[in-house]
């Protein structure tokens, strides 16, 4: 199937054009259309294209500015056409680039004079005075949109790409074209003989007013190479996201949601980890200037996670240091929250919780950590649940989440007890996969904040799990807006 530029452009060579000049004034087509009805007809072998390839030099932003104002090296030099020069009358152009330069290709010298250093010009440099300074003549040259002779191009075209100061394009220009056999059958076949001019769109006017009856339109070609399009899709995290939540609900499960900047009472206290715990010291936690403090909401509650602490740790307990404000180190501190809220009876029980949301560590950025992170939730708040609730939750949903062959393994987490960790058979690479945390939350956690006992716990982490699944060794690849990882289809790559 040809356009109507193809076919232009194939009448114009039988009748004896051969370049791309002959062809736009026999068919009255710009240059860029004849040369891409050209391509086309060279992928349908219609044609024969004779092409040569030509290097062009363009100048960039340093370039032109070397250029308006002269090379540092060789504005060195004309300083030193007069005598020695110290260090402190040159200017921070001529001491950060000219200097370097200048002794580098062995122009100067450097001296002593009266006690001070000084530059000195060498032979080499006089020399260059004199004749000018050739790698300047071609950056000149290159500005002036002047192409440079292939000599001048070997000696000086890489050094100045070097120094950052031109660009290189390589451009292929079309010189002869010739028709085929195949060509020749297009022209002899009857379908291209076209008396009606072609059109691409059938308008309202040409309908009304009759002239499609005058016009040939042009069939779609379905087979025809288009540039491939990208169109916007969710981020794999927020995809991920949205699947967890989605099965949270369809469990019964209601999100909790909470602010990012806590209190230590809710991010330690009220999980029963002792003030000179090590998880609070500033290697590993946020710490914020402002608010200074935040208040603990209630009294009451206050003095039932001290007596808890005292009895539990012996030790006097800071409310200070409750107060403190930090970055949640995990979204625990929301499950204590609404626990709290359970044992003041602005919630009900039983009930069923979760939460995705952002944390905050003070470790280094690596492969496998980062400052901040995902953590995913999930409590359930009944004085009549047990353990065995618990890993049936766990095992519907991570059944939801496509894997079959679930394990759990006895393990220890400060505020839980019982605990246990979550590994999931992983298909793909045949192996055993750490997915998540879970267990009872300890009496000292409980008891104090709703009165009750047990709370059924667990954590999820997000980028993790998604690493393995895709196959990322860098976890810093979720954050780093790389195009052409966003744009790989995500379908079987993961939850």
């Known amino acids: 199937m040809l356009h109507q530029h193809e076919k232009a452009v194939l009448r114009a060579i039988d009748e004896g054009a051969t370049t791309p000049g002959e062809l736009c004034k026999a068919t009255k087509l710009p240059l860029d259309a004849a040369g891409r009805a050209l391509l ?282 409750a107060q403190q404000p930090v970055l949640r180190t995990h979204t625990t501190a929301l499950s204590a929250r609404y626990v709290a809220e359970t044992g003041m009876e602005k919630r009900k029980a039983p009930a069923k919780y979760f939460s995705i949301g952002r944390v905050y560590r003070n470790e280094a950025t690596d492969y496998k950590h980062l400052a901040e992170f995902h953590q995913v939730e999930g409590i359930v708040v009944d004085e009549d649940a047990t353990f065995r609730d618990l890993l049936g939750i766990l095992k519907e949903f991570y059944g939801k989440l496509g894997f079959e062959k679930i394990r759990f393994r006895p393990s220890f987490f400060p505020y839980t007890e019982p605990s246990l960790e979550v590994e999931v058979f992983y298909e793909p690479k045949g192996v055993w996969m750490e997915l998540g945390g879970a267990g009872i939350f300890r009496p000292e956690v409980c008891l104090p904040l709703w009165g009750k006992y047990p709370v059924l716990a667990w954590g999820l982490s997000l980028e993790r799990p998604l690493m393995l699944m895709r196959g990322i060794e860098d976890i810093r690849t979720f954050y780093k807006n790389d195009l052409a990882w966003l744009r790989e289809p995500m379908d079987g790559k993961g939850l």
């Open 40 to 321: 086309l007809l060279k992928e349908k072998k219609a044609v024969e294209l004779r092409e040569e390839r030509r290097v062009e030099y363009r100048i960039e932003k340093e370039g032109k500015k070397f250029c308006d104002g002269g090379f540092p090296e060789r504005r060195l030099l004309e300083r030193l056409r007069s005598g020695d020069a110290e260090f402190s009358a040159l200017d921070a152009e001529e001491k950060s680039v000219g200097v370097p330069w200048a002794k580098r290709l062995g122009w100067v010298e450097i001296a002593e004079k009266d006690g001070k250093r000084v530059l000195r010009m060498s032979a080499a440099g006089k020399d260059v005075a004199e004749k000018g300074y050739e790698l300047e003549k071609a950056c000149r040259k290159v500005a002036m949109e002047a192409a440079l002779e292939e000599a001048e191009a070997q000696k000086f075209g890489q050094a100045l790409m070097d120094r950052g100061l031109v660009c290189k394009h390589e451009k292929t220009e079309i010189t002869h074209v010739k028709l085929t056999k195949v060509g020749e059958s297009l022209l002899a076949d009857e379908v291209f003989v076209q008396q009606k001019p072609e059109v691409n769109i059938l308008t309202k006017e040409m309908i009304s007013a009759g002239k499609w009856k005058d016009v040939s339109l042009r069939p779609y070609d379905t087979d025809a190479a288009v540039e491939r399009a990208f169109p916007g899709k969710t981020h794999p995290l927020r995809r991920v996201m949205g699947r967890i939540r989605r099965i949270f609900l369809e469990m019964g499960f209601e999100e909790m949601e909470g602010r990012m900047i806590e209190s230590s009472f809710w991010n330690f206290d009220a999980l029963f980890q002792p003030q000179d715990h090590p998880a609070r010291d500033l290697a590993d936690t946020f710490y914020l200037l402002q608010p200074d403090r935040i208040e603990i909401p209630d009294e009451e509650l206050g003095k039932k996670v001290a007596k808890a602490h005292q009895k539990g740790w012996k030790y006097s307990w800071s409310r200070e240091v």
